[in-house]
């Protein structure tokens, strides 16, 4: 074993020059390349800068800034209880369930993403926008049942539902739209949205076969704004968001 961590801490010496590399971190690399041998350097660094090592809501960071439009919110950061955006603005009617808000650029770019989609014969509609921190801890446990042991139902119930403080829905930056079914992924606007959101500067957050990195199942119909430069770049990495957060945006927040 000592061998071995010696092989791997002279292996890391190479990844130094990486922007993201923190050299605070090598026990936690190195730990973490023991359980994940198949994952190059580049992944394990980057997974444990996200805070994969440890386990969801354990180790949490208060966000500093939250208006910034390239936040990052994960089940390892959290907003305050307080923090609601201060530019929501309803989306219109026609593409609204109700009177659902987000925030002014997200607003902008979801109408015109819309009525592009409305061009090309489909129909768009928000189904769930902003959500307060109060109204996040209702949804987190609004299938609780006394009788079952609290940590049993947050295990399940962590993997769909984000814990108050911690859904990007409170940034007023992430839309849900049409359908909170899995099946979405395979309807006409389900597609349309995937191959063209980027255009309008939204990203699929929640990608299948990245649950392991995001925390999340699949949600083919939950769509985050990030302005259309970012959406692009993010879109040409193949990166989750939160692993593109951590290697190019992190120390600019
Ligand atoms: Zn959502």
Redesign the pocket.
């Known amino acids: 074993m000592e061998e071995r961590i010696i092989g791997l801490s002279e292996e890391l010496l190479e990844y130094r020059y990486l922007t993201y590399y923190d050299k605070t971190k090598e026990n936690r690399y190195i730990n973490y390349k023991l359980q994940h041998s198949e994952l190059s350097w580049e992944d394990i660094i980057t997974r444990v800068e996200i805070g994969l090592d440890y386990t969801y809501y354990c180790e949490v960071e208060s966000i500093s800034f939250p208006d910034i439009f390239f936040v990052l919110v994960n089940k390892y950061r959290q907003l305050s209880r307080e923090y609601i955006p201060g530019d929501l603005e309803v989306i219109a009617p026609e593409y609204n369930s109700s009177t659902l808000m987000l925030r002014h650029s997200a607003r902008i770019a979801f109408e015109e993403m819309c009525q592009a989609a409305v061009r090309e014969g489909y129909i768009l509609k928000a189904i769930?926008t902003f959500r307060s921190f109060l109204y996040q801890n209702q949804v987190y446990y609004k299938n609780w049942l006394e009788e079952q042991p609290l940590e049993q139902y947050q295990a399940e119930r962590d993997r769909v539902s984000a814990r108050a403080g911690h859904?990007?829905?409170q940034t007023g930056l992430?839309?849900?739209i049409n359908d909170?079914e899995q099946t979405f992924e395979y309807t006409p606007e389900g597609i349309w949205l995937r191959e063209h959101c980027y255009e309008y500067g939204f990203i699929l957050?929640?990608p299948k076969g990245k649950e392991d990195i995001t925390g999340y199942d699949y949600?083919p119909?939950?769509?985050r704004y990030l302005g259309k430069e970012m959406a692009y770049q993010l879109q040409d990495s193949g990166m989750t968001y939160d692993e593109y957060y951590v290697r190019n945006l992190r120390n600019a927040d």
């Open positions: 769930s859904s990007e829905h992430a839309v849900d909170l957050r929640y949600e119909w939950h769509f």
